[in-house]
């Protein structure tokens, strides 16, 4: 599966736009063994010790989608777009959204 944040591809002919295709992942800070404060840092661009399961929710999301786009016939994911969303009572949960559109490609 060819992923890129391009609307094309070098190289490569578009066959076929087969759509919108998008996912999300969430964790919350009771998951880490940090505390809410740790979420709020995040939002606020601070490096802190969950990046690992930030990262970790990105791929979750990405295999996600890479599977939604094979089932709608596609062999890749052009225009793919990654946001975080950090939500809660208590700025304790992350959320990543992942979207991009599923094509054919020669």
């Given at each position: 599966m060819i992923v890129t944040t391009?609307?094309?591809?070098?190289g490569r002919v578009i066959r076929h736009y087969l759509g919108l295709v998008e996912t999300q992942t969430a964790f919350a800070s009771k998951m880490l063994s940090g505390t809410p404060q740790a979420v709020k840092e995040v939002a606020k661009g601070q490096p802190v010790i969950i990046e690992g399961y930030i990262d970790d929710a990105r791929e979750m999301a990405l295999r996600h989608l890479e599977k939604t786009a094979e089932e709608a016939g596609?062999?890749?994911?052009?225009?793919?777009?990654?946001d975080y969303q950090v939500l809660g009572a208590q700025n304790d949960v992350m959320f990543v959204f992942i979207r991009g559109t599923a094509v054919v490609v020669e």
């Open positions: 391009t609307p094309n591809i070098q596609g062999n890749a994911i052009v225009g793919l777009a990654v």
